[in-house]
């Protein structure tokens, strides 16, 4: 059976904190999140995403934000932890398809690399993920370099009937 999941998160740039989405950090941007975590809006959308698609809750139901452990966790490796509940659900993930909308980042340069990054934690070729960029042409939050947020549609295969 095939099911499909949406995540999507996103979170305020503050000065003086990192940047990380898809586990890529961008060391020359001087704003970044000011989260329990490294504040990957990427990583955090995709497992929803997963979540979603497995009809199995959502991002904080499996790493809470009040989680000592977690504090300044890299999110990227949320990916690779949540795999024990794909595999409970005996899914797997046929295509990811993520777009992020930030108005100062420049995602294409490092796609290829967030893209390895993301296959890597699910265990998938990097051909069934897809990473993109949006500046949302200066509109809101993200087009005007106050926030940044992700998007992302799963299709997960289960041997369930
Ligand atoms: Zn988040």
Redesign the pocket.
């Known amino acids: 059976m095939l099911k499909i999941g949406w995540g999507y998160?996103?979170?305020r740039l503050h000065d003086g904190y990192k940047t990380v989405l898809g586990g890529v950090e961008f060391p020359t941007y001087p704003r970044g999140?000011n989260?329990h975590?490294d504040?990957?809006?990427v990583?955090?959308?995709i497992v929803d995403a997963l979540a979603g698609a497995l009809g199995a809750g959502s991002?904080g139901d499996y790493f809470p934000e009040d989680d000592p452990n977690d504090q300044n966790a890299r999110?990227i490796e949320f990916l690779s932890r949540f795999r024990p509940v794909m595999e409970r659900h005996h899914a797997t993930v046929s295509n990811l398809d993520c777009t992020i909308f930030c108005s100062d980042v420049r995602i294409g340069p490092v796609a290829e690399e967030m893209k390895r990054n993301i296959a890597d934690g699910l265990g998938v070729p990097t051909g069934s993920v897809n990473v993109k960029g949006k500046t949302n042409d200066g509109f809101g939050p993200e087009g005007q370099g106050q926030a940044i947020s992700a998007t992302v549609v799963v299709q997960v295969a289960t041997d369930a009937k």
Do not use: P
Request: aromatic share 8%; proline share 0%; charged share 15%.
């Open positions: 998160d996103i979170h999140f989260t975590s504040g990957d809006v990583a955090h959308a991002l999110s």
